[in-house]
């Protein structure tokens, strides 16, 4: 298995896919755009041989995929999981040894750039290389794919976005409590990595502390509990899944 190349081509998927942070309608034809445009960087990195050409014509019409998918918005999280599934399975099976996928001279030319001209007193390897894509990989996981994640399972348990009286949350609101969210499952990705636990639990108070005076409904209160700790145990997951990997 190519890893290097596996890792590059699904961050530059994750990367395209924050366009739809915060967004739970169907993709536009900027989307689309977007979504098929960004993974195509990874090219110039690639020998020009048959895989090439039949990744080529993957990235280029995947984002159609998620055109035709999206018709119905009340399964939109799980379909956008499911895509992403379905990305990783082909972009596996395409760097794995069944194929012969691989970089070009280009990449060894930048890492050398980088010992003698940037960083001279280190020695960067393909090793070092394929450990800053993983931390890369798990922090785009946890932007916008956790929190995909974490809205399917409400969805599942049957909770819906509540605002601070009790009563139907409404768009403004409901981003600003995504983007809280959000911030919170980056601390608690990087405490983890640091080994700083402790840090979480004070992460975890803090935000319990500047919601206290909203907590007078049980609904609410419940509701947060319940985000904060599913959001929490996501980025906690994928800390560990990182730290592991490393």
Not at 46 to 68: E, R, S, T
Request: with cysteine; hydrophobic share 55%; glycine share 8%.
């Amino acid at each position: 298995m190519n890893y290097a190349i596996l890792l590059s081509l699904l961050n530059f998927i994750l990367l395209s896919r924050l366009c739809l942070v915060l967004r739970d309608k169907a993709v536009t034809r900027k989307d689309i755009f977007i979504l098929g445009g960004i993974p195509l960087l990874v090219f110039p990195f690639l020998q020009v041989n048959l895989v090439w050409f039949l990744l080529l014509f993957y990235l280029l019409v995947h984002p159609f995929i998620y055109h035709i998918t999206e018709k119905n918005e009340t399964t939109l999280n799980k379909t956008r999981a499911l895509v992403l599934l379905l990305h990783i399975v082909i972009l596996g099976l395409l760097c794995s040894p069944v194929f012969n996928l691989n970089v070009n001279g280009l990449p060894k030319e930048i890492t050398g750039f980088i010992d003698e001209v940037m960083i001279p007193e280190s020695d960067v390897g393909i090793s070092d290389m394929i450990n800053s894509q993983i931390f890369v990989f798990g922090f785009l996981m946890i932007l916008n794919e956790m929190n995909i994640v974490l809205r399917y399972l409400f969805r599942v348990m049957g909770l819906d976005a509540l605002g601070k009286n009790g009563e139907e949350v409404d768009e403004g609101e409901y981003n600003t409590g995504r983007l809280i969210g959000m911030l919170e499952r980056i601390f608690v990705f990087l405490f983890v990595l640091l080994g700083q636990y402790t840090a979480i639990g004070f992460i975890l108070a803090a935000k319990g502390v500047a919601r206290f005076q909203d907590f007078k409904s049980r609904t609410f209160a419940e509701y947060v509990l319940i985000g904060t700790l599913l959001s929490s145990l996501l980025a906690m997951a994928m800390g560990y899944f990182v730290k592991l990997v490393l």
